[in-house]
C-alpha cells in the first residue's frame, strides 16, 4: 500500500512558476513509476508527466513539454513537479501516482495509487 500527499499548488498568474511535490509513504517507493495527471473542470483527466522507477527516463504530454519537468528523490520518497512559463489552461486540479513500471505510464489505468490531489489556479 501507498499513501501520497501532494502539496505546492496554490494561485499563480500566467508566466510564472510553481513547484508540486508529491510525498509517498512505504518503503517501496523506488519500485513504482511515478505520474502526475490533472483534470480541469468539465473536461477529461489529462496525462501530465512520468518518471521511471531510477529516474532516468521521464515522458511529457504534448501540452507541458518544454515547460513542466518531472523529478523524484528516492532517498525522500518525494517526487516533484517543476512548472514555469504557466498558462491559463494548466489550471487544474494535479494528481500524483504511483504504478507498476510495465504498464503504460500515460494511462490513468497504469497506476494503482493516486494522490488527493492539489489545485494550480492560473490567473491573467
Known amino acids: 500500500q501507498v499513501q501520497l500527499v501532494e502539496s505546492g499548488g496554490g494561485l499563480v498568474q500566467a508566466g510564472g512558476s510553481l513547484r508540486l511535490s508529491c510525498a509517498a509513504s512505504g518503503r517501496t517507493f523506488s519500485t513504482y513509476k511515478m505520474g502526475w495527471f490533472r483534470q480541469a473542470p468539465g473536461k477529461e483527466r489529462e496525462f501530465v508527466a512520468a518518471i521511471s522507477r531510477s529516474g532516468g527516463s521521464t515522458y511529457y504530454g504534448n501540452s507541458v513539454k518544454g515547460r513542466f519537468t518531472i523529478s523524484r528523490d528516492n532517498a525522500k520518497n518525494t517526487v516533484y513537479l517543476q512548472m514555469n512559463s504557466l498558462k491559463l489552461e494548466d489550471t487544474a486540479v494535479y494528481y500524483c501516482?504511483?504504478?507498476?513500471?510495465?504498464?503504460?505510464?500515460?494511462?490513468?489505468?497504469?497506476?494503482?495509487?493516486w494522490g488527493q490531489g492539489t489545485q494550480v489556479t492560473v490567473s491573467s
Open positions: 501516482n504511483a504504478g507498476p513500471p510495465l504498464l503504460d505510464y500515460s494511462d490513468p489505468r497504469g497506476y494503482d495509487y
